[in-house]
């Protein structure tokens, strides 16, 4: 049985609603409510991917037209962390991040990004203290996104020097290979 992948409204929150509000002017918001995204009314508990993937181009060509839709789906990934810092779960979880170090906080990925949908799933190989590799179930579709939210998730847990690159496997998959600076590391 294949159950439809969904982004939860809490992840639409943040983004859309903690740190783009005042960056959408009226007809983006028109836009997006013919798109299934209604950021005026309620939010709906979980919206269809397709839904979030179309959304989330819209805005991105809108807000970075100059960008390559990759890039701006960067950007827009860095600013929904920074919404997703803004609500209890989001503190809790970068908190604990904190406390686990970059490459604990590496290994709960899967747990972290189902916060935010139902079909997320990652699997981590330590290279060494400051490198891992990745893997991800992410859809070519968002290519982009989840490069902007481990750039900003670890920044906001203190790693400095990060390096992040992406090998695609096919439409379904990629491996991101994170290298970061760790004074501590000798």
Known sequence: MSQERVIFGNTVDSL????LD???SYELRN???ELGMDLDGPLQAAYPHSVWVRC?????RALYPQK?????????ARRMIE????????AAVLTLARVLGPMRSLGRMTHNFRSG????????TVVSPTTAELWF???EATEGFVEGVLEEGMHRIGVRGLSISRTRHDAESCTYRLEWYDPSAR
């Open 68 to 76: 390559p839709l990759a890039e701006a789906r960067r950007l827009l």
């Open 83 to 90: 919404g997703y810092a803004q609500t209890v779960m989001g």
């Open 56 to 60: 989330l181009d819209t805005v991105g």
């Open 31 to 33: 836009e997006l409510r």
């Open 117 to 124: 949908n139902n079909f997320t799933e990652t699997r981590v």
């Open 16 to 19: 859309y609603l903690k740190t």
């Open 137 to 139: 179930n992410e859809p």
């Open 22 to 24: 005042k960056d959408l």
